[in-house]
């Protein structure tokens, strides 16, 4: 039997590699780093938030990725599912999601050999 850990590791792996060779990896891949940052300093709500406000494919993409590895839909389906919960589900959605993105961000370090942006604006 598979821990959800596997399965977040295992999904995550698959959409950064189908991410290698793209236009805009480098781009995702700082997001990768940067995104559990974000939720850590800012709340999961306002980092999604940004990544839909951004609107650039790789914003997007990525957002859209880290829903469906956590079981969630699409992106936007996610952060209307983030901003709608109440306490107690904000903070499991939190938790889940940074366990997700920890994976996002090891193979994007590992496969997309993503450095970080440090302060810019992803």
């Known amino acids: ?11 995550a792996y698959a959409r950064v590699k189908a991410v290698e060779g793209w236009p805009v990896e480098k781009k995702y ?10 939720v850590l300093q800012s709340g999961l709500a306002q980092a999604t938030g940004f990544l839909l406000a ?3 494919e790789e914003h997007l993409r990525y957002l859209d990725d880290l829903a469906d590895v956590l079981g969630e839909g699409n ?3 996610f952060h209307g599912k983030i901003i709608a919960s109440d306490l107690g589900d904000y903070q499991d959605l939190t938790r889940r999601t940074l366990e ?7 193979y994007a370090q590992g496969i997309l050999k993503a450095e970080s942006t440090d302060g810019e604006s992803t």
């Open 29 to 38: 891949g700082a997001l990768a780093l940067n995104f559990p940052v974000m």
């Open 1 to 11: 039997m598979e821990t959800r850990n596997q399965k977040h590791a295992r999904a």
């Open 75 to 77: 992106g936007q389906g």
């Open 54 to 56: 951004k609107g650039r």
């Open 100 to 106: 997700a993105a920890g994976w996002f961000k090891r």
